[in-house]
């Protein structure tokens, strides 16, 4: 059970405008600084900040991922001009690294904000409640951007590819690095001395701000930028070249302003969709087949309308024949009347009030014939529902087993006129 989220030194966010203005005050404060702005999205507000290599001790393995794949696919790199480049690549296909994703576009980081997670059980007055969690957009301004072939991030990708389970003193890093011509004998011999140990180890316990190669079109449309976390612990001992270095993790909070966004779950879908009408969506920000799919499925949900249930011919069943004729007023007032019996067995009291009133203006004539008015009736009754509980799915399935039960009752009537010979 998760605690409520602590609003008060925080920006809350309802709308894509609210976001924008709310940026364009962040970027007016910025006192001339010359430092960019960095913003990372998540869904949900009690993640940590971590890259994926922190999580569930793979910092332990983390050699073997790198080395393995370039060992059995070295096709997949060739011409990759850095280790840097080779771990932005395992990270764009789901391996585990320590890049920690964030974008130059803070419309991108709301998108990922506004993903819906799911229902979580909070703790609310001392009594569990579930609902869909906050998302929140953290941003930092600390950092001058770096490039993959910089001396400082390559040494780093450098150690994280290096089993420092085994050969781990200074002195054993320095002569690997030396090898893999990162660094030169004088460099080498200058971090051995006490004096300048130091420069070695502000090197590897920085964090890196890197402009990647744009190797892939995702990267390029969510205007990715990733944080290169190094976070290296050094036991110094009684020399430095016997001195310990060990692979650690940390939260990565601090990096990030105290003062961030935040996005209550119930606000999120409609966010989203401001988004897309910025074409900011899963289709423009994945170019993948799959997330197309995804998109263009997502975007016409809304258009749904009622379908009946499959029901298989025998000699003998009752044909709806909308040949016959129908009194519109007489089937008007049978609804009506039914409906009011039928639906509260499963609706409020109030809830039936409220939906007949919904429906009567839209029984006009020949409406059960028509998809697009049986259509307009779920949709008023959908939008009912989501108004009073904040949750579009519960909403569409509270309309879809409404229409259900209309639809019986237009059939009923039906039947018994056929039945009556009218």
């Not at 951007?145 to 450098?158: L, M």
């Not at 036991?235 to 650690?248: C, F, H, L, M």
Request: hydrophobic share 35%.
């Amino acid at each position: 059970m998760y605690k409520e989220l602590e609003t008060d030194n925080l920006i809350e966010i309802d709308s894509v405008s609210s976001f924008i203005e709310a940026i364009k005050e962040l970027r007016e404060s910025a006192d001339g600084t010359s430092t960019g702005l960095y913003f990372r999205g998540q869904e949900v507000e009690f993640w940590d900040i971590e890259p994926s290599i922190f999580r569930n001790d793979m910092l332990s393995i983390e050699h073997k991922l790198m080395q393995i794949p370039l060992q059995k696919i070295p096709m997949e790199f060739k011409g990759f001009d850095s280790l840097f480049d080779v771990m932005t690549k395992y990270q764009h296909y789901g391996m585990c690294t320590r890049l920690l994703d964030l974008t130059t576009n803070p419309l991108v980081a709301l998108y990922f904000a506004c993903k819906i997670h799911g229902q979580e059980e909070y703790e609310i007055e001392k009594n569990p409640v579930k609902k869909e969690p906050y998302g929140v957009v953290y941003y930092t301004r600390n950092y001058y951007p770096s490039q993959p072939t910089d001396k400082a991030v390559k040494i780093v990708t450098a150690l994280a590819s290096y089993d420092l389970s085994k050969e781990n003193t200074i002195g054993m890093v320095l002569d690997k690095l030396k090898m893999d011509n990162l660094i030169d004998a004088a460099t080498k011999d200058s971090w051995l001395k006490k004096e300048h140990v130091g420069e070695f180890i502000k090197i590897i316990q920085k964090n890196y701000m890197v402009v990647p190669t744009y190797t892939n079109e995702r990267l390029q449309r969510q205007n990715g930028i990733f944080l290169l976390a190094s976070m290296f612990s050094v036991s110094i001992g009684t020399s430095v070249k016997d001195s310990v270095i060990t692979k650690s993790k940390n939260n990565l909070r601090e990096e990030f302003d105290s003062r961030h966004f935040y996005i209550k779950g119930e606000n999120k879908d409609s966010i989203l969709k401001e988004l897309d009408l910025y074409n900011i969506n899963e289709a423009t920000l994945f170019p993948e087949l799959e997330h197309q799919l995804n998109y263009i499925r997502y975007a016409n949900a809304d258009f749904t309308q009622s379908v009946t249930e499959f029901s298989r011919y025998e000699d003998g069943n009752v044909v709806m024949d909308f040949n016959i004729y129908i009194d519109d007023n007489e089937l008007n007032k049978y609804i009506i009347d039914e409906l009011k019996i039928k639906l509260c067995n499963i609706v409020e009291d109030e809830d039936t009030q409220e939906i007949t009133r919904l429906i009567e203006p839209e029984l006009n004539i020949d409406w059960y014939k028509r998809n697009n008015s049986k259509s307009r009736i779920k949709n008023l009754i959908t939008e009912y529902y989501f108004n009073k509980n904040k949750n579009r799915e519960e909403a569409k399935s509270k309309a879809n087993e409404i229409m259900a039960v209309l639809n019986d009752e237009v059939k009923a009537f039906i039947e018994s006129k056929q039945k009556s010979g009218e």
